[in-house]
């Protein structure tokens, strides 16, 4: 059995997403990156987008509120709601 690394390309899902038609992070804007306060966004520079680098998601939310175009979605588990 070989070991492949959890990483973005083959996650099937993530407690935090970003609508990249609604990310304004080409435009300067770093909110949810500044807000985070595990530092598990990013801006992926060659896009212009955010992203979730570090799947370690205390879901807390101040990304998704704090997020001026409602880009961010924290997507909660079952048991928090």
């Known amino acids: 059995m070989s070991y492949l690394p959890r990483t973005i390309s083959n996650r099937t899902?993530?407690?935090?997403?970003?609508?990249?038609?609604?990310c304004i992070a080409d435009k300067g804007c770093t909110v949810c990156v500044d807000v985070c306060p595990l530092d598990l966004l990013a801006i992926d520079l060659t896009k212009g987008k955010a992203y979730m680098q570090f799947d370690e998601c205390w879901y807390c939310m101040p990304c998704e509120k704090d997020c001026p175009t409602g880009a961010v979605k924290v997507d909660l588990p079952y048991l928090l709601r």
């Open 13 to 22: 899902s993530a407690p935090v997403t970003i609508d990249e038609a609604r």
